[in-house]
């Protein structure tokens, strides 16, 4: 297939290839006859081959003098073919190897270099992008883009109400959404970066995957940061020092939302590949993240909404989701990433749970105790923060009449998913006996 792609093509050996993929595509490492190295990719379903048209697209885009503002390098394309209806793609090879995003270590290395090499695709000029056709969004169609993600979860009717309220109430926040689009990967993960060995330790050399890239939000690059722990700190460190311009200070309350978003996609593909075990898969995660919503105080996405899921746990319920690839025939709202190749599924709602936002301001790790139902964690006053809001006044109930309420509030949820709206004081009640705002909390504009 290679030799069809590419004229004269002499090939010496040939082995296995992958850095992370999910079976969307067959790959090869080829070794020719002039010692170079080469990948042909092969597309195993239609939605690999949509993606592989826009990475080409990207790629012819990225000239000579694109890359050279990057401090890494970015696929060539070698050559191009067909074989059984679909295209043959054959690539330069970037030496190097992928760290999972949990095993990057912290301080000045990798993680520095990472932070710099994302803040240098943030600071391409988005004319080359528009230039070609690809996606050019502004900030409110970033937000109607989330908003479409989120009305296709919640017409499927596995959408919890809790859930469905807790986005939805993000996507209505306008400071959330006040942000200047940057050029943006658009499906950035840890195995999207190709590291090397130097001196100063390990570096970024390459990135791959560009399959998604377009003007947008620059949080959508760094969701993945919640499965990095300590390092995220350090990465970024290194992208706001190496950013041309002050990151938007809702930068990582977006992050944590485009995190959570990733379980709606993966339910969105569960129903696009008409693939059950995934759907049944999804709806499990998306239960999960409303006992969270009830448990977890620290983590809230924007001032009208209440605590969420430490992103984390959502990238650590998505580290052990099954693998499974999309059959022809996805729709447009599908996976962007190769994120979904997961081993298998485990309990993870049991353990302390510290997400990206410790990036800003560290949490004491004795200060709560996640892990215990009966004392769930009570909000910390944060002087000085500049997302601080003065806190409101304590009421305090009975035990038993916050019982009532959670019975009431919960329902019962069938097929057609949660249909109760959730009292979320009543649910904070059952835990703690007694209500502690952590936000005034504006009337919320878009009730269901």
């Keep these: 297939m290679a030799t069809s792609a590419v004229a004269d093509l002499q090939i010496l050996g040939a082995g296995p290839f992958g850095h992370g993929t999910t079976g969307d595509f067959d790959s090869a490492l080829l070794r020719t006859g002039d010692d170079r190295e080469l990948v042909v990719r092969v597309p195993a379903n239609e939605r690999a081959a949509s993606e592989q048209s826009v990475e080409l697209i990207a790629l012819q885009a990225m000239t000579a003098g694109i890359r050279s503002r990057l401090p890494f390098e970015v696929p060539t394309v070698v050559g191009q073919g067909s074989t059984r209806g679909t295209r043959v793609v054959v690539y330069n090879h970037l030496p190097g190897y992928n760290v999972d995003a949990a095993d990057i270590p912290a301080g000045d290395g990798a993680a520095t270099s990472i932070g710099a090499a994302i803040a240098a695709i943030h600071t391409l000029p988005g004319s080359f992008v528009a230039e070609v056709g690809l996606p050019h969004l502004t900030a409110e169609e970033c937000r109607n883009e989330a908003r479409s993600v989120i009305e296709r979860a919640a017409s499927t ?21 006040q942000f200047q689009p940057t050029v943006i990967h658009g499906s950035l993960g840890a195995d999207s970066f190709i590291l090397t060995d130097h001196e100063v ?35 970024l460190a290194a992208y706001r020092s190496s950013a041309t311009r002050s990151p938007d200070r809702l930068l990582l309350q977006r992050s944590m939302l485009h995190a959570e978003l990733e379980l709606a996609r993966w339910l969105l593909h569960g129903v696009d590949a008409r693939d059950q075990a995934i759907i049944d898969d999804a709806v ?6 409303v006992d969270h919503v009830l448990g977890d105080l620290m983590n809230p996405l924007s001032n009208t909404t209440g605590p969420i899921l430490a992103v984390s746990d959502v990238e650590d319920m998505l580290s052990r989701t099954p693998q499974s690839s999309a059959p022809a025939g996805s729709s447009g709202i599908g996976m962007q990433t190769d994120s979904y190749d997961r081993s298998e599924l485990e309990a993870v709602f049991g353990r302390d749970a510290e997400g990206i936002a410790g990036a800003d301001e560290k949490r004491d790790p004795d200060s709560a ?16 923060h500049p997302d601080t809001v003065e806190t409101g006044p304590i009421t305090v109930v009975s035990p038993e009449d916050a019982a009532s309420d959670i019975i009431a509030a919960r329902g019962d949820r069938g097929d057609a998913g949660y249909t109760a709206e959730l009292d979320f004081s009543a649910l904070e009640l059952a835990e703690s006996g007694e209500v502690t705002p952590l936000t005034q909390r504006r009337p919320n504009s878009s009730a269901e």
């Excluded at 109400?161 to 209505?172: E, Q």
């Excluded at 390990?202 to 620059?218: A, E, F, M």
């Excluded at 105790?369 to 000085?384: L, M, Q, S, Y």
Aim: net charge negative.
């Design 157 to 177: 009717r596995q959408l919890p109400t809790a859930v469905r309220k807790r986005w939805t109430d993000a996507a209505a926040d306008d400071s959330l959404w």
């Design 201 to 235: 330790g390990p570096i970024v050399t390459g990135v791959l995957g560009w399959g998604s890239l377009r003007v947008g939000d620059p949080a959508r690059d760094l969701h993945w940061l919640s499965g990095a722990g300590e390092a995220a700190e350090s990465v």
């Design 284 to 289: 499990g995660l998306l239960d999960g993240l």
């Design 369 to 384: 105790e996640h892990d215990d139902d009966e004392n769930p964690p009570v909000a910390e006053k944060h002087d000085g």
